[in-house]
């Protein structure tokens, strides 16, 4: 049973290459369901706003205690889709809370941000001025929460057994390469514990 985590910047293809990855596999893809049951479970139905809020339009700001709350219930969860395997998990700091678990494969999608502006220009209609804006506000909220919650770097080669720069590949092709490190996981070794201290 593995367990696949796939990080990913807006505009990489990232969550396109999960649900790929996900069907090829007939593994099941977790992703803002996740942010739901944890945000229920910690009896802070805010966090679950203020959670896909990347780029900050609600203004929301839940109390320290739901926020904590809130990532107690995110880690359980992400340990327990873990055990249970045969999953995708877009997102939430996956590849921070299985860090070094057995059977589980790290990814990371990225490209370089003029590619990404323009490709997410495109998806939603808007300028690339807009599309820079929006852009910019999810890597800020998205770096932030590793390094608040977590205290890691969301770009730490270390956290990752692939990092994948889809300037170079389409979905399709990223989906083949992760799921052929999947099914050769047994092959890879355990992540050593990132040295946190530079």
């Known amino acids: 049973m593995t367990t696949i985590t796939i990080s990913r910047q807006m505009g990489s293809l990232g969550s396109e290459v999960a649900f790929l990855v996900a069907e090829r596999l007939g593994y099941r893809l977790v992703w803002r369901e996740l942010i739901n049951l944890a945000a229920r479970r910690a009896g802070a139905p805010e966090m679950a706003l203020a959670a896909i809020d990347e780029l900050d339009l609600l203004g929301l700001t839940p109390s320290p205690q739901a926020q904590r709350a809130y990532i107690d219930e995110v880690n359980r969860i992400v340990n327990e889709l873990a055990e249970q395997g045969d999953v995708v998990i877009l997102g939430r700091a996956g590849q921070v809370i299985l860090h070094g678990r057995p059977g589980t494969l790290h990814v ?26 929006q852009v910019e506000a999810s890597d800020r909220y998205r770096a ?24 170079h590949l389409t979905s399709a092709q990223a989906a ?16 050593p514990t990132p040295n946190t201290q530079e």
């Open 144 to 167: 932030r929460y590793l390094r608040r919650f977590y205290h890691a770097r969301w770009d730490d080669p270390a956290l990752y057994h692939l990092v994948l720069n889809t300037a």
């Open 108 to 133: 990371r999608i990225f490209a370089p941000q003029p590619l990404r502006i323009k490709r997410v220009a495109e998806k939603l209609g808007v300028t690339l001025d807009k599309a820079a804006a």
């Open 176 to 191: 083949d390469i992760v799921c052929r490190a999947a099914a050769n996981l047994s092959r890879l070794t355990t992540l």
